[in-house]
């Protein structure tokens, strides 16, 4: 199933031509290809962009296909942490089958690759990652999972939650995540010494949650590249939300940045239309990767977010305030291959000889696509057809 | 067609019951209701809503239905005003026809009432305003369009515009429009006292577009009041946006809504992702009228608009951090009733004697209806079906 070949599409909007695929690379783009017996798609003229890229979500969190979540519990970040650690098992939210529900809607919407944060605390111990585990085995080859191990609630607060972190490391995550060190683990050293030394023993990288605004972020910031530099951790570090990046004093994030760019962190939006947030294009211009994402979907936290990357394109270019059709090419970007590029993949783009992951979507030119935002006609991920007309062609426990 | 029953809904969420419509009014919510020979419909159990009020648009903007339009503007306001006035002729943009078409998908998805700004400039003339009368002269019963005269284009800045009003008022505009006295028109005293006089000669409400932030903003809110006190106007006039009442000084922004509630005058929003926004739950709390509009959908300033009030609910409600159960029934009321009462109904509920005006949408509870945000199953309009499925009853030109 990794041979396919595509009729009729347009990629990124281009005139329409064919393309074929062979071992799961691009091998030819060219109109009217002649490939006898290998199953094809029609793709009717809508245009193709590369797979869309979850670059920031919590798989272990969604109550998607549940009773209706009734949310009583204020947006103080500390409140809505301790308010889903109780609830998991009151809801009997099983992280394997919602980790599953979560991340086939996001390949019915185009998705081929996604970053999870996991939750990792002394209440729910390692069952949470096991399922999420579980998850990601399961979609190998539907959909490229790196899962995060994330000390949701807190690390130094919470005794034992490090040796947790250890072994999730031991099981198979990922990279080694970190929330707040002050504004939540109010131990900035101890906590940022911990999941780098961390990262360190396992030569993996680091995601860190950074909901810390204006100058409380910025030092934290400071101390993040202080260990990156000290550990020889360039390019392995990514920071998620950095609010402290959308602060009015310019100056201020022109030095962040420049310095940033010289560690090569990575930076991970979500746009949140309610908080000060990096400008995307700013970022990039200062020559960081940057990618985008959901957050959590349909969970304790919040009601509104879609697991839908064109939807959080929308989102993220509303809050930049780009407008014009080449920023909208620039959200696209960040909602494909500049995730990718968060996630190490370096060859997402619709070229022959890159892996062929891409998804179809309606339009008349490539911005009015992205405007659009969908419904996704086709996902292909590795040359084989995983999503189609919006739905997962995996079956939905 | 004024005489209907609809079976099997839940006002606001509550249990299923009947809904009796006699002469455009709610007559009896009871179960079981017996009325032989009125036409029917079978709810299935969807929550009824009163219908949504889109209260701040641009009827005569959008290309629906159109070519895309490639947007290479940049987001300076002057700039976007000055593409738009041009790209009217170019494009073909027939205000009839393109307001009917945006009307019909604000009907489509659950609207019985619209407020719209019609522009009215030294290029364009009376033109476009015309357009739009004929919309809502063709509409009349199925959804109210109350029509604002609104200078785009500035008024002290493009002699000739004042008369221009005064004929528009005359035409059967219903309110005096105004624009950033100081950013755009770069003469608050002019322009405020020639829009308050139109006001005053015709009798007629106003409703100003106010970009401007922080206290350049509040300077022009000052001058507002002062005339709406001079003039005995308290109650008539309305603020488009607002942004200087998102403005992080709270003291100041407190007092500005002590004096904007003594003058009851309302408060209009889009919620801006990209700009300081008045808080919803502030503006409320201080007394003021509030309502909510999509603004121009598709059209030469924006592709991310959508004809659909839900849609807002859910962009207003993300860019104030509105996220509980109880807080997405603020929202739902801001789309609803508060739209309402600014636009003088005053009856806009699900009530007995009311005027019956509502939606049919999917939802287990009314929380999660609005967070689904559709699509709309019914649009009833004074006891008439002006919706079904999301698309209008009407033929769409």
């Not at 002394?122 to 999420?132: K, P």
């Not at 010289?262 to 020559?287: C, F, Y």
């Not at 086709?378 to 007309?389: A, I, P, S």
């Amino acid at each position: 199933m990794t041979d396919l070949l595509i009729r009729n599409l347009r990629p990124m909007g281009a005139p329409a031509t064919d393309l074929l695929i062979r071992g799961g690379k691009v091998a030819v783009i060219a109109p009217g290809i002649d490939a006898p017996g290998i199953a094809t798609e029609d793709a009717g003229g809508a245009i193709a962009i590369p797979g869309l890229v979850e670059a920031h979500t919590h798989l272990d969190k969604t109550v998607m296909g549940m009773d209706w979540y009734e949310n009583a519990v204020g947006t103080a970040l500390s409140a809505m942490i301790k308010n889903e650690r109780g609830a998991r098992r009151e809801l009997g939210l099983d992280p394997a089958r919602q980790s599953m529900r979560h991340a086939l809607a996001l390949v019915g919407n185009g998705t081929t690759h996604i970053r999870s944060h996991v939750d990792v605390d002394t209440e729910n111990g390692l069952a949470v990652l096991e399922g999420v585990l579980q998850t990601r085995d399961a979609l190998r080859g539907t959909v490229e999972i790196e899962i995060v191990a994330f000390p949701q609630s807190g690390l130094m607060i919470r005794p034992g939650t490090l040796d947790l972190l250890d072994r999730a490391m031991a099981m198979g995550a990922d990279l080694v995540g970190g929330l707040d060190p002050c504004g939540i683990d109010r131990d900035p050293k101890g906590h940022l010494d911990a999941i780098f030394a961390l990262a360190d023993k396992y030569g993996r990288g680091i995601d860190i949650h950074l909901h810390e605004p204006g100058e409380m972020g910025a030092f934290s910031l400071e101390l993040i590249l202080e260990r990156t530099a000290a550990l020889g951790m360039k390019g392995r570090v990514a920071i998620s939300h950095a609010f402290c990046l959308g602060m009015p004093d310019w100056n201020r994030v022109e030095g962040l940045l420049v310095e940033l760019a010289a560690q090569d962190i990575a930076i991970l939006t979500t746009g949140a239309p309610s908080r000060e947030v990096p400008s995307v294009k700013r970022v990039q211009s200062a020559g960081l990767r940057m990618g985008a994402g959901c957050d959590g979907v349909l969970d304790t936290w919040n009601p509104w977010n879609r697991p839908d990357m064109l939807d959080r394109a929308r989102i993220v270019a509303q809050k930049n305030n780009l407008r014009a059709d080449a920023d909208l090419e620039v959200v696209l970007d960040l909602v494909t291959t500049g995730g990718a590029t968060v996630m190490g993949v370096t060859d997402h783009r619709l070229a022959v000889g890159c892996t062929a992951d891409l998804a179809l979507i309606p339009g008349r030119t490539l911005a009015e696509a992205v405007a659009l935002g969908g419904p996704v006609q086709l996902t292909v991920k590795g040359g084989r057809v995983t999503g189609r007309e919006g739905k997962p062609v995996a079956e939905v426990p």
